[in-house]
């Protein structure tokens, strides 16, 4: 489903310290990366939380990035491999299509906002409104999720192994929640759901692509109660 | 937008360096806060009944020496004056109110009337620890007029602002003092501030702008008099204060930070056995020493944080 790791090709490694070089530059040459040219290994060094590094790759490269970044690292990504050696800032991996994004430590809010495909694992815990309007984008948070997380989660997957804030999946489409820990209070219109055969299967293969040592029959399973956005006919006369 | 950055010191040995360490963290926050700065610094404890106030004049033409003079008259021969920039470090020994209601008297004796007629002097700061030194303009250039970089201290709060609510003027700057050496910093906007500036009023506060950050700061300081811990007048802020906030308020001791339930401001903060940080972005954090090794995290939503017993660092002056 995910390649989760480098296939032995990526031998060169690219070396770009952003104490030196300007974040646009390494930015560009990302963006200039062919897949052809997509072998070596792009290692970055000293980001101190600069906003906005490894933005929008749509090629195949691995990424390291060594230290804690800012605002939507790795956002809009395309089948890259990017790893987040450190914490992430606000909206890492907002809107990302595909690939991987591995933050290793923690992530700010609004991680993997309206992420349409990929894998975004988070090793630490995630803050406020995680998977916020997911589109497609799987996303394993290894820890905790703040409050009003999957908020209007569209399609996608929110796996969370520890706990989850206020108004968890608030006015959820069809996203789905897998939930190990407890929820502060479920948003408006999430419920829980039934783990059946498929969904143990599912999250089995999920987890293990993210690399986590969890039994997914200690999850449970939440969704739309589908109240919110059916309209009711006993309604009707509000609209009138 | 606006940036925030706070530090305080828990090792002695960095205390010469407070002013060194800050300026880049409020450097680093200038693109959330281009228009104007302030920081306040806490040092050099002043032995009661002296206190130590920061006056500030639009005027730069304004005599400090003939203010001090008059001054000298009606209160306190001793008083002496350090002007820095267009503001005055003033240290005396009387009470708040009294140093108060004597400034508004000598300014209406001194003996060349000022140019400005209205406000000509304002009160930056008044306590017995707390300076407060802000201004409009760049965060580097607020930095550098008032020699940030040079100053030792105990903890500092500071401020980069990007006006929303009310005017670009110094007045309307950050940090925002009530006195009792507590300050306010704030990322964020208030919705239910004219209604709760009418309530303060009726309780006996008096404002001298339109800033909603300054009714949070009388709030605080209101519970403060009323005999509520610090904490406790975080929480019940937590109910009171209606809209987006991330706080940092600075006491004599210590430093408090709390952020709204809905946490949409942001704010990281990192602590090691030497210092505890706090700032808008982490980029404001980067280059804080031994910041590989420190303990980092975004405080939760609705939560106070609070440390204290502050280094008592020694009069430099």
């Known amino acids: ?240 | 937008m606006c940036g925030i950055t706070g530090l305080f010191l828990k090792n002695r040995e960095l205390t010469k360096d407070l002013g060194a360490l800050f300026e880049p963290m409020l450097l680093q926050m200038s693109q959330r806060g281009p228009d104007s700065a302030g920081f306040a610094i806490y040092r050099d404890p002043t032995s009661a009944p002296r206190i130590k106030v920061v006056l500030q004049s639009s005027d730069p033409a304004f005599d400090w020496q003939e203010l001090a003079a008059v001054l000298q008259a009606s209160l306190d021969p001793d008083l002496t004056i350090t002007p820095i920039h267009n503001h005055c470090l003033v240290l005396l020994a009387a009470d708040e109110a009294t140093f108060k209601q004597a400034l508004a008297q000598s300014l209406k004796a001194l003996p060349s009337p000022p140019a400005l007629t209205r406000d000509p002097v304002n009160i930056v700061s008044i306590g017995r620890h707390i300076e407060i030194y802000k201004e409009v303009g760049t965060p580097q250039d607020v930095a550098t007029c008032f020699g940030l970089s040079e100053m030792a201290g105990s903890h500092a709060i500071g401020h980069t602002r990007m006006a929303t609510e009310s005017a670009v003027t110094t007045a309307g700057s950050h940090p925002f003092s009530t006195g009792r050496d507590v300050c306010l910093v704030h990322n964020g906007s208030l919705s239910n501030h004219n209604w709760l500036r009418r309530n303060l009023i009726s309780q006996g506060a008096v404002f001298t702008t339109d800033n909603d950050t300054e009714v949070a700061a009388q709030y605080f300081d209101i519970k403060l008099q009323q005999g509520a811990s610090l904490e406790e007048a975080m929480t019940s802020a937590l109910g009171d204060l209606d809209g987006f906030y991330t706080f940092c308020i600075g006491t004599s001791n210590g430093f408090a930070v709390l952020r709204d339930p809905i946490a949409c401001k942001p704010a990281v903060m990192a602590e090691t056995d030497d210092w505890v940080a706090i700032g808008s972005e982490f980029r404001a954090l980067a280059e804080l020493p031994d910041i590989g090794h420190a303990e980092i995290w975004e405080p939760e939503p609705a939560v106070p944080y609070l440390w204290e017993n502050a280094l008592d660092v020694p009069l430099a002056l």
């Not at chain 1, 605002?71 to 595909?98: D, F, L, P, R």
């Not at chain 1, 998977?131 to 997957?157: C, E, N, R, W, Y």
């Open chain 1, 1 to 240: 489903m995910f390649r989760l790791h480098s296939d032995g090709n990526k031998t060169m490694e690219r070396l770009f310290d952003l104490a030196e070089t300007p974040l646009r530059e390494l930015n560009q040459a990302l963006h200039d990366c062919l897949p052809d040219d997509a072998t070596s290994v792009w290692r970055i060094v000293n980001p101190k939380g600069e906003h906005a590094v490894a933005c929008g790759i749509d090629t195949p490269a691995e990424v390291q990035i060594q230290g804690h970044v800012g605002y939507y690292c790795a956002g809009m990504n395309k089948q890259a491999h990017v790893i987040i050696h450190g914490n992430a800032g606000t909206g890492v991996a907002e809107n990302m299509m595909s690939g991987l994004v591995r933050v290793k430590g923690n992530a700010s809010q609004s991680a993997g906002a309206t992420g349409h495909g990929g894998l975004l694992v988070i090793e630490g815990n995630a803050a406020a409104r995680c998977g916020i309007s997911l589109k497609g984008l799987h996303i394993v948070v290894h820890g905790s999720v703040g409050h009003m997380s999957g908020f209007m989660a569209q399609k996608g997957v929110l796996v969370v192994c520890g706990d989850a804030g206020h108004a968890l999946g608030d006015s959820i489409y069809e996203a789905k929640i897998f939930l190990k820990g407890k929820a502060d209070e479920l948003g408006a219109d999430c419920v829980e759901k039934n783990m059946a055969e498929e969904h143990l299967t599912f999250l089995a293969a999920l987890l293990e692509t993210a690399e986590v040592n969890e039994d997914p029959a200690t999850f449970r399973r939440y969704g739309s109660a589908r109240s919110l956005y059916n309209f009711d006919i006993d309604d009707a006369d509000a609209f009138s």
